[in-house]
């Protein structure tokens, strides 16, 4: 069950030791639905992927620059009509509110920014860096957490990482400033304040105190305040310059790990196991051999075959066991079909599934 039959060797890019020379070079070396491609294919069609991948993360990076430059430009236009001689402080409070504006959009580009940039990091990792490096292949979970990325697409940080995260990087700045010119607006303009009370008074919004004006801004400075420093420690953001191994404060110190503090495991530390749903099948056939053959020569999946009763009918069947992923499903449905149509097809969930094809039974060993 499970197993990847030894006549299949280049399924999830494995390697047969009898051959060498000319004859590896040409093996084909991913074999699924169809698609036959040789080394060079493969590694041809994961370069543009990656140069796609790059193309997306820098149109959003660029998306990101651009709300800050709205920011920019709003709270330089409202510190100039502010001081002039017709302006309010009001315009800075309203300039307040669109830069906050400006925030929210900024963090949702920001989490589409970070799901191509979590794409870009997987390869860099686990396909470029594994070309360089012991042990000279990817992690375990490395394609499955990229299928899953293009199947199941979703974003690899929260809101709240993403809003700390533009908030500590340009958006405190641009908060001090606009802080900073209103308070300056209520103390010097249009002429120094004598006393503390008659810079609150000039506050007052209509019927609403000066008191109360500036309460509230107080109270959303420090909300500001707490939400950089709570959403440090958030660190699955992928697109960061940061190391594959180590933890947050080791990527920070300037200490650089010895070898032997190193984690040994394959599993990059900025993101979790990602992987398609896995599947049991149970597939009640009278025609086993056919069915099995088919399975083995169009998915590369190993079948497994056990005896079984109809106690309906008292006859005898054979019962085919296969492991898959929930993609797979479609195909093996079809391929059941085209035949034996009066076969049963059982799929269940389940929990993990371990050995080739799959996550393996073991991590690696350290070299």
């Avoid at 959003?60 to 709205?70: A, G, I, M, P, Y």
């Avoid at 860099?124 to 979970?141: C, G, K, Q, Y």
């Avoid at 008074?201 to 107080?218: D, F, H, K, Q």
Wanted: charged share 20%; proline share 5%.
């Amino acid at each position: 069950m499970g197993e990847i039959p030894e006549e299949f060797p280049q399924y999830y890019g494995q390697e047969n030791p009898e051959n060498s020379g000319e004859a590896a070079f040409n093996e084909t070396v991913w074999s699924y639905r169809g698609y036959k491609l040789r080394a060079s294919e493969f590694t041809t069609a994961m370069v543009h992927f990656f140069r796609a991948e790059i193309q997306r993360a820098n149109v959003w990076r660029s998306r990101l620059d651009t709300t800050t430059n709205w920011a920019v430009v709003s709270t330089g236009a409202a510190v100039s009509v502010a001081f002039s001689q017709q302006g309010n402080h009001i315009v800075l409070l309203m300039n307040l509110f669109l830069v906050t504006m400006f925030l929210a959009i900024e963090a949702r580009r920001y989490r589409y920014y970070e799901l191509w940039s979590y794409r870009v990091r997987l390869m860099e990792t686990d396909f470029f860096a594994a070309m360089l490096v012991p042990p000279f292949h990817p992690s375990a979970d490395w394609a499955e957490a990229l299928a899953e990325s293009l199947l199941h697409p979703d974003f690899p940080i929260s809101t709240l990482e993403a809003v700390g995260r533009r908030l500590r990087r340009n958006y405190l700045y641009i908060y001090l400033i606009i802080g900073i010119g209103w308070l300056a607006k209520l103390w010097l303009v249009p002429e120094q304040a004598t006393s503390w009370e008659a810079t609150v008074e000039r506050a007052s919004i209509g019927p609403i105190p000066g008191s109360t004006v500036i309460m509230i801004v107080i109270l959303f400075y420090i909300m500001l305040i707490v939400m950089s420093i709570a959403t440090v420690g958030l660190q699955h953001a992928a697109g960061e310059v940061l190391p594959r191994y180590g933890s947050f404060s080791e990527n920070f110190t300037g200490r650089t790990p010895a070898r032997e503090d190193i984690k040994t495991d394959t599993f990059a530390w900025y993101r979790p196991s990602r992987r398609r749903k896995q599947l049991i099948t149970l597939i009640i056939t009278d025609h086993a051999q056919a069915v099995s053959k088919k399975i083995i020569d169009d998915m590369n999946r190993g079948v497994t075959s056990m005896p079984g009763v109809g106690m309906f009918t008292g006859k005898s069947h054979q019962v085919l066991l296969c492991a898959l992923t929930v993609s797979e499903v479609p195909q093996l449905k079809a391929l059941v079909q085209a035949v034996d149509p009066n076969a049963f097809v059982v799929v269940s969930p389940a929990q993990e599934v371990f050995g080739r094809g799959f996550m393996p039974l073991q991590k690696e060993k350290k070299k």
